[in-house]
């Protein structure tokens, strides 16, 4: 019965091993005698932490058939393997709070230690598998963020191999309410975004100025769910199928968002996905996209990983090794590609949030619709803030609060920001509010007729009269909800 493990640090600490109840002190990195621990079990473990002579580390294991499980590591009776704490972030209402806790910890310690190809491998794929399954699309491909599957999706778009190949300077329409990884790609590849106003009551895309900017230019849609609210799929779907237009879903946002029992970001070519860190799920860094097509597949693999067959499908790769026979296939390079892969560890990380996202999404939505019934059912903020309206049909998993003034209090929204930072609430604008008023819009020459002051008066309104705040995927207490709320009390109640 031997737990042999490996810590750089045991000459300079006391190590004790805690399995199934017993503790046993461990000399030199081994220790005998652990009752009722399988005896085939050899086992090891890393530890990180600087320490001194009179710490204390005790290992806590259990035996679970052939296998040790790590249940904690703890120095001197503290757990290091807990909610990692937001020790940099002191804010009493974060914008995000950790979604990972002692299980994803020890599982990825347990990975790291295990000496497993921490690069791209099974854990992606098994990852990418279980993702395409959840959401109901047939394919996903896991990369390194958000705003790359954005590039990937948009890449695809221009690639020479795309069976509906966009020309340099297509049109693609993309709401003026976004995020600037939802606008950067389709510049990146050679094709014109062109701004679509929004509906400021759902924050989404307005149908109606969508058919107006439709050109014998427009070859896309890059439509993007505001916030986890969906936008109006009716409606868009019947615009896209009567024009030659292809839809990617920026779904960065919306993770778990349901419109008439499908996941946004299955509806249209691509669907794309971030798992950054304050997102409804994380691999810390990390994005997905998903598609329907097994050659739209295939190209996206070959965009994410230099352009080379080595992760395509086997029809694929055999196509090519028997046109080209005099290159290695190990190094086959079909496509032009960028390197965006994941490591393997944020595929191991999404498989356990992916199993997490439904409760972490309902704990939001429980904490949302707390907040919001205070709010509604105050005399004064009742008739001063609003929320966002929910498209029909449709389940939003909802990204964060966001809140409008009515109009007389939009002169407000800056110094209710100012108050409401001060207080200890992060706060942000509603994504970056009308994207076409950023700088590069200005400074760019080919851009600039974008900051005209009429275009884009609703995405205007979002920008000036609303803001928002954080949503933890854990319950918040009475005493969470009422402070928060009474933060926006104090601050209309001598008028703003
Ligand atoms: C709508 C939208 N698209 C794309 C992204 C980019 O995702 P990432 O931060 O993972 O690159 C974000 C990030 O917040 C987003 O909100």
């Known amino acids: 019965m031997i737990l042999e493990f490996d810590i750089f640090l045991e000459d300079r600490c006391e190590v004790r091993v805690e399995c199934d109840g017993h503790v046993t002190t461990a000399i030199r990195g081994k220790i005998d005698g652990i009752q009722r621990m399988p005896s085939s079990i050899i086992d090891h473990v890393h530890s990180f932490a600087a320490v001194e002579k009179r710490d204390v580390y005790v290992l806590v294991v259990s035996s679970q058939d ?61 990852f990418e598998k279980e993702f395409a399954a959840r959401v109901g699309a047939p394919y996903a491909v896991m990369v390194n963020s958000g705003s790359s599957a954005n590039l990937l999706a948009c890449a695809l778009l221009t690639n020479f191999l795309f069976s509906k190949k966009l020309s340099p300077g297509d049109e693609v329409l993309v709401p003026a309410v976004c995020w600037s990884t939802s606008v950067w790609p389709i510049l990146q590849v050679g094709l ?157 990380l999404g498989r356990i949030q992916l199993r997490k996202l439904e409760a972490m999404n309902e704990t939001r ?76 819009f200005q400074l760019h020459p080919d851009y600039k007729d974008n900051t005209n002051d009429s275009l884009f008066p609703k995405a205007d309104l979002v920008d000036q009269s609303g803001l928002y705040i954080g949503l933890p995927c854990d319950d918040w207490t009475q005493e969470d909800v009422v402070g928060l709320v009474s933060i926006f009390s104090e601050f209309f109640r001598f008028g703003g």
């Open 66 to 126: 052939e296998n040790v499980v790590i249940r904690d590591i703890r120095l001197n009776g503290t757990s290091l393997m807990g909610k990692p704490s937001n020790l940099s972030n002191a804010c009493r209402y974060p914008l995000t709070t950790n979604q990972y806790d002692q299980e994803e910890t020890l599982l990825l310690c347990q990975h790291i230690a295990s000496g497993k190809k921490l690069t791209m491998d099974v854990m992606v794929q098994k």
């Open 192 to 348: 014109r975004p062109v701004f679509v106003d929004v509906r400021p009551e759902t924050l989404n895309i307005d149908e109606d100025d969508l058919v107006r900017k439709i050109t014998s230019r427009t070859r896309a849609l890059m439509l993007v769910h505001v916030m986890g609210n969906c936008a109006n799929m009716d409606r868009i779907l019947k615009i896209v199928e009567s024009h030659p237009m292809l839809l990617i879903e920026d779904t960065c946002e919306s993770l778990g968002s349901i419109y008439r029992n499908q996941w946004l970001g299955t509806f249209g070519l691509c669907g794309t996905y971030s798992f950054y860190y304050s997102h409804h799920m994380t691999t810390i860094e990390g994005g997905m996209v998903v598609c329907h097509d097994p050659a739209v597949h295939d190209l996206l693999l070959s965009l994410r990983a230099h352009g080379w067959t080595r992760q395509c499908s086997e029809a694929t790769q055999q196509q090519y090794e028997k046109q080209f026979p005099a290159i290695d296939s190990r190094y086959m390079f079909y496509n032009e590609g960028y390197n965006v892969r994941p490591m393997d560890i944020q595929g191991l």
């Open 365 to 440: 939505v429980r904490n949302y619709n707390r907040f919001r019934a205070l709010i509604e059912t105050d005399p004064l903020l009742s008739t001063i803030l609003r929320f966002p309206q929910e498209q029909e049909h449709a389940r939003a998993a909802w990204f964060g609060i966001c809140l409008f003034v009515t109009e007389q209090y939009v002169q407000h929204v800056p110094s209710l920001k100012k108050t409401l930072t001060e207080q200890s609430v992060e706060n942000r604008p509603i994504i970056t509010g009308n994207f076409a008023r950023q700088p590069f």
